[in-house]
Structure formats: structure tokens, C-alpha cells
Nanobody, 116 residues
């Protein structure tokens, strides 16, 4: 049984920082590509950052220079360090694992609210 469990969300003031974690179980974590997505109310889910099994990364233009994705294969965990947060970063953040030809798996999401 595959499980992805996000944590670390919360309420933060503009300019603040949060670090999200996504702990995986039931998969061989090191061979999976991992991604962080977010969905704001009334908007489509969008990719925020991704990291491959080979540690290549890519970011949405809106978060480049502010967010950093990383992974710890020994802990089967992917992280998203979010700095200089803006109100427009407010959303539910989800992690996803992907490995062709297997199906993708999603976590349940964690709420991030950026507000003064």
C-alpha cells in the first residue's frame, strides 16, 4: 500500500518561510520522481517543483529563487523549502510520486496560508 503524507503547512506572514515534508511508504522511493503541486481555490492544480530520481530539479517560474525542492532517499522523504512567501502562494500543497510505467500516487495535501 502506497502512502504519501505531507506535513509542515500552516499560517505564515508575507516574507516568511515554511518547509514542507512528504514522507513516502510502500514504494522504492529512490527510483521515483517526486513533485510538489498546489491548488488554490477556484484554480487548477499546478506544478510547483519537481525532482527526478537522479536529483535533477525544475521549478515553476513563479517560485524560482524562492523555493527549493530536495529529497532524502534514506528517509523516503521529499522536502519543499519555501522562502519569501507571498499571499499568492496560498494553496493546498500536494506531493506526487511518479515512475513510468507505474501509476502516479498523490498525498492528501497540506494547507499553506500566507497572510498578515
Amino acid at each position: 500500500q502506497v502512502r504519501l503524507v505531507e506535513s509542515g503547512g500552516g499560517l505564515v506572514q508575507p516574507g516568511g518561510s515554511l518547509k514542507l515534508s512528504c514522507a513516502a511508504s510502500g514504494i522504492i522511493f529512490s527510483i521515483y520522481d517526486m513533485g510538489w503541486y498546489r491548488q488554490a481555490p477556484g484554480k487548477q492544480r499546478e506544478l510547483v517543483a519537481a525532482i527526478t530520481s537522479g536529483d535533477s530539479t525544475n521549478y515553476a517560474d513563479s517560485v524560482k529563487g524562492r523555493f527549493t525542492i530536495s529529497r532524502d532517499n534514506a528517509k523516503s522523504t521529499v522536502y519543499l523549502q519555501m522562502n519569501s512567501l507571498k499571499p499568492e502562494d496560498t494553496a493546498v500543497y500536494y506531493c506526487k510520486c511518479a515512475r513510468y510505467p507505474y501509476r502516479d500516487y498523490w498525498g492528501q495535501g497540506t494547507q499553506v496560508t500566507v497572510s498578515s
